[in-house]
């Protein structure tokens, strides 16, 4: 560890001793019709092959020696600028690139430096702007963000309609999803089938799945880095839709022209609005919508510092007799500081919290009942990048979070008399400090190493419970507790987390890649049922639950073809996982004070072949993304012991997603999906009981089966009408239809008594989208 | 009950979703010794079933066992089951009284091929059911119109309590064969929980009709309340989530561990099954114009 630092130390060192008669020039990059900032925007040197790219604030760095240069501004699908600059001082030069007039050449699917893939020493990433989800046909026409990131190499779900997303063998627990930095706990509307982030409001979608840099940390498999747009500064606009499910408006506007913007978002579904006029006066009261709000504002005080303010609520609502809801609210506030032409600041401060609420709408309070549970928490996380020179970056900041756990706020009140049944609260603090730097080396290599260290202490007020060890597989009998006060230390851990990414230049069109990080985790979603439910519990680590790990390695060739028209890239990764949380047979997880003797701890492991081929620009964009891959876990306890596959394992897995712009008017889309079944556990035997057939597994073993493959193929179609020059109001219209082919893909195979004959035991394929979805939606823009 | 609401929920919105009968060829697992036991305190006949499982897709009753030796030691007293070749063991309390010690133990003891299995369970008290009410509900999301019966009683304070609640319409049982509908109870509340001395939650009392076919005026609403042990409260609970377990929030299959163990130990001698026993008190109502 000393070494590494010493290392460090040398490199800044010999970087400023070489340093000669150096100025920089920095500033941002910004778009000139919304005032947005462009995240990759280049800035380059071409006479000297010097350049460097705007980081996600777009905000630029470049030292040069003294000197007249022609510096060059550009972004896919915008114009680019020359600006000859004389270098004697430094100086903040900020642009406004314009955009391209011929949109239909250039669309790009991510609006990045067309050879950034193979140039840059990230690996392992897949973004996706939110043009490209729109263009995606998706269920019932609802652009989903999550939907199109299953559709990337190395991610799989176990199921259409179950909420979340595998990364490369990691549960669905262990992606860090951010909206504009602030965790999501739960990223779902009605159980999964579509999810919270509202497409009008996303600016792009950065799903990293290897070579994590140490700026990351927290979970073990990926981060999934949504941004939010900014507020147009130029300009009044709104945006809006009518679909199958939601309707939705966004404005967004100046509210200082060019300082300071404003972008409001919402949706509502409205089946519950349609379908009261048809439902009979009982059924007249029930509930049941979902809607999200997203709102941002940005604000540029001086040249040297911006402010943003985000936030996102959202709930489902479900009642009729009962009361069932559930959401997420997310604020975040963001400074950006320039301390000079080299060091920049990021600070960010965010609240997250999401909730569900159960109970029975009676109209008597003696004999109601309630309960709740949430996860709240509250971070600060400073963030510095220095650009030390043209081949040194160094990063380094911390983070801070603190979170409250209420696994169960629950009253009950029978005939008068109320009971208070909560479960104690749980209380953590996660401390992350990291460093790193991304440095070249001569002209083919890049590496980017530093390290991450963190920390996770469990605090009172709480109970340290220990539990009797007994047979695996069996619940653990509770031994002792001990009580520990307000803010005492239960338990707490550490770990080094080291990461280092390698680039080296084969040719001017291919690179290879390798990567290795370790990841720690310290909150642990609680859920054994196949999809994930809203009631699902996060939980701190504590002294019974230990912090997830994963060790990955990451092995990648990318080339472009074509004049980086086409990109393509295989990569193969291996992961190791320790103390990953399962269950006990038959676990209780709902509603238990000794809920951690129903927990087991195991190892996984996953390992795979990613294939991706994307063309970027064009009339036909699209891409098509293979994977290869196993993941398994090892309990003691499950499956005698034994290795067994994940119930999200899929062998092969197929996308292919395409669009063509046909003519000004028309444009077409479509996706096909393929991969292997899931596991499924099948039972060998059958007892009767009270009359009750009940199946039983002699061997005792987990995922001994699969179900059949999963394919599904899409198409929609987009009619733009003719608009008159100038004409500021435009709308399309998006007809698409789901699983073309009504093919009915199983999501599980159970088993179950025939409830005619009490005697025949049957197996049922349950399918969640049994046939074609077809669907119309209207959006507009003014 | 949660696990009941979400998929209800489900249901009603997963309006695209289909189940079909599909065809699959299953591995075939060795035959074991199943026990079926509740007995409970009352004089009806009682009785101890015996079977041995079999393959998964038999779809037929599963076979019998009639020669094994089945007897509940009690506190000073023993009770002899007699086959009557058909895979029952019955005792009749008519001839030397019934199985009625409250708060003490009992031990099952069966002998089958040269081996003897064993289990014991306490007769744990039960509450009176202090009276039955009923009341005419409008339909709603999930329950139809019509009446709907609700039962009064009062957890026994100071002390954990399991209960197993079985409500009948005139002579049949609601939700027959519908394990997922079985009507559990701890401290009168639901599981997992510090509740104690309540009288039976809303939830739970109000949970004696069946929501789909709700009472009428003139008939009976009948309820049995059973105490029963820890382990027994367990094996139902495991029952009803594995009798039934599929879709979206399905959890892994598992199977269900019995309360019932070889007497030496030896686990390759493994049984299924359960052994209970309990105290059980009977309430009625008959449904009258509101």
């Not at chain 1, 996706?128 to 559709?151: F, R, Y």
């Not at chain 1, 939010?228 to 709104?238: L, P, Q, R």
């Not at chain 1, 064009?618 to 293979?626: F, Q």
């Not at chain 2, 023993?78 to 030397?96: A, E, K």
Request: net charge negative; proline share 4%.
């Amino acid at each position: 560890m000393k070494n590494f630092f010493s290392f460090l130390c040398f490199i800044l060192l010999t970087s400023s001793l070489f340093a000669q008669e150096k100025y920089t020039i920095s500033g941002y990059v910004k778009s000139a019709k919304t005032g947005e900032e462009l995240i990759g925007a280049t800035v380059a040197v071409r006479a000297k092959s010097i350049g460097t790219s705007a980081n996600v604030y777009g905000f630029y760095s470049l030292t040069l020696e003294a000197g007249t240069y022609e510096v060059t501004y550009s972004f896919i699908g915008y114009q680019e600028i020359n600006k000859t600059i004389e270098l004697n001082s430094n100086q903040q030069i900020n642009v406004e690139l314009k955009e391209q007039v011929n949109e239909l050449e250039v669309v790009d699917v991510d609006g990045e430096k067309s050879d950034n893939n193979i140039k840059q020493v990230e690996m392992s990433v897949n973004k996706i702007d939110s043009k490209t989800i729109k263009k995606i046909p998706a269920l019932l026409g609802e652009a989903d963000v999550i939907k199109s990131v299953l559709l990337l190499p190395g991610v799989s779900t176990v199921g259409e309609g179950s909420t979340g997303f595998n990364v490369r063998g990691g549960g669905i627990d262990q992606n860090l999803v951010l909206l504009d930095e602030a965790p999501v706990y739960n990223s779902s509307h009605l159980f999964g089938f579509f999810s919270v982030f509202n497409p009008d409001a996303v600016k792009n979608v950065k799903l990293i799945k290897g070579g994590i840099a140490p700026e990351y940390g927290g979970r073990l498999s990926s981060i999934l880095d949504i941004r939010m747009k900014e507020g147009n500064k130029k300009e009044f606009t709104g945006s809006g839709g009518v679909g199958a499910i939601f309707s939705r408006l966004s404005l967004e506007g100046p509210i200082k022209k060019d300082k300071a913007s404003f972008l409001i978002a919402g949706r509502r579904s409205y089946a519950d609005i349609l379908a009261k006029p048809f439902l009979n006066e009982g059924l007249r009261d029930s509930r049941f919508y979902f809607y999200d709000l997203t709102a941002k504002v940005n604000y540029e005080i001086d040249p040297k510092n911006r402010l943003f303010l985000s936030g996102y609520f959202g709930r489902d609502v479900f009642g009729s007799g009962f009361l069932f809801n559930w959401g997420n609210a997310t604020a975040t506030a963001r400074w950006n500081h320039i301390f000079n032409d080299r060091l920049f600041m990021n600070l960010t401060t965010y609240y997250s919290d999401y909730d569900y609420a159960f109970g029975v709408e009676e109209d008597d309070p003696d004999d109601d009942f309630e309960w709740s549970s949430s996860i709240v928490s509250y971070s600060v996380k400073p963030d510095f990048s220095y650009y030390i020179n043209n081949n040194n970056t160094l990063k380094f900041g911390g983070q801070s979070i603190y979170y409250n756990f209420k696994p169960a706020k629950a009253e009950f009140a029978s005939n008068g008399a109320r009971n208070d049944l909560s479960l104690p609260e749980k209380y953590g603090i996660e401390n992350g400090l990291y460093i790193q730097n991304e440095q070249s080396i001569g002209s083919r290599i890049k590496i980017l190493y530093g390290l991450r260290w963190s920390h996770f202490a469990y605090l009172g007020k709480g109970e340290k419970q220990i539990y009797r060890d007994t047979v695996p597989g069996i619940r653990k009998e509770l031994e002792s507790a001990e009580s520990f006060d307000q803010n005492e230390v239960i338990a707490d851990y550490n770990n080094f987390e080291p990461r280092l990414s390698i680039k080296y230049d084969l040719d001017e069109f291919s690179s290879v890649k390798g990567s290795y990080n370790r990841m720690s985790q310290y909150l642990h979603l609680i859920s054994n049922t196949v999809a994930s439910t809203p009631v699902d519990l996060w939980l701190p680590t504590t002294n019974n639950i230990k912090p997830q790990i994963a060790d990955q390695i990451a092995v990648g060739y990318f080339r472009n073809f074509n004049d980086n028209k086409y990109e393509a890239s295989a990569e193969v990764f291996a992961k190791d996982f320790q103390n990953q949380i399962d269950y006990i047979d038959n676990a209780d997880l709902f509603f238990n004070e000794q809920l951690e003797g129903d927990l087991l701890i195991g190892s996984g492991r996953a390992y795979g072949l990613e294939l991706f081929v994307k063309k970027r620009t064009g009339r036909m964009t699209g891409w098509v993304s293979y994977t290869l891959s196993r993941s398994e876990r090892e309990v003691d306890g499950i499956n005698r012991g034994e290795w067994y596959p994940t119930r999200f394992d899929r062998t092969h897995n197929l996308s292919v997603v395409g669009s063509y712009d046909w003519n000004e008017k028309w444009s077409f889309s479509a996706n096909f999906v393929y991969s292997s079944g899931t596991p499924a556990t099948f039972p060998t035997n059958r007892y009767e009981i009270q009359g009750v057939v009940l199946p039983h597994n002699i061997n005792e073993s987990r995922n001994n089966y699969r179900i059949p493959a999963y394919h599904r193929l899409d198409i929609s179609a987009t009619l733009t009408p003719n608009y008159k020059e100038g004409q500021k109001f435009k709308g399309e219209w998006v007809f698409s239809v789901y699983n073309v082919y009504n093919r009915r893909n199983p999501f599980s195979i159970f088993f179950e008594q025939n409830e005619d004959n009490s005697l025949v035991t049957q197996a049922i394929r349950y399918s969640v989208v049994g046939s074609f979805v077809p669907a119309v939606s209207y959006n507009f823009k003014f | 009950m949660m696990k009941k609401l979400l998929y209800t929920m489900l249901v009603s919105f997963t309006f695209m979703a289909c189940e079909d009968v599909i065809d699959v060829d299953l591995d075939q697992g060795q035959s074991q010794l199943v026990v079926d036991a509740f007995i409970t305190n009352d004089s009806s006949l009682q009785t101890v079933r015996l079977t041995k499982s079999a393959d998964y897709f038999l779809n037929a009753p599963t076979p019998s066992v009639t020669k094994a030796s089945v007897k509940i030691q009690g506190p000073g007293l023993s009770y002899n089951f007699v086959s009557d070749n058909q895979g029952n063991y019955q005792y009749n309390p008519q001839t030397s009284g019934a199985i009625d010690s409250i708060g003490f133990p009992y031990k099952l003891e069966i002998q089958y091929e040269n081996k003897t299995y064993t289990s014991i369970s306490v007769l744990n008290p039960v509450p009176k059911i202090d009276s039955m009410t009923r009341s005419f509900e409008e339909e709603e999301l999930g329950q139809e119109e019509g009446y709907y019966s609700q039962f009064w009683a009062q957890d026994f304070p100071g002390r954990d309590d399991y209960y197993w609640i079985k409500a009948y319409k005139n002579d049949s049982a609601i939700n027959a064969l519908e394990p997922s509908s079985l009507i559990l109870s701890q401290n009168a509340a639901f599981s997992g929980n510090a509740a104690d001395g309540l009288i039976f939650i809303l939830p739970i009392r109000a949970a004696i009709t069946n929501e789909e076919k709700p009472l009428e005026v003139g008939d009976t609403s009948i309820v049995e309340l059973l105490s029963i042990n820890a382990d027994v409260f367990e094996f139902l609970e495991q029952l009803t989530i594995q009798a039934n377990n599929g879709g979206l929030f399905s959890t892994p299959p598992a199977n269900i561990r019995s309360n019932i163990k070889d007497a030496f130990g030896n686990p390759q001698d493994e049984v299924l099954g359960v052994f209970s026993v309990s105290a059980i008190e009977t309430g009625s109502l008959i449904i009258t114009a509101e």
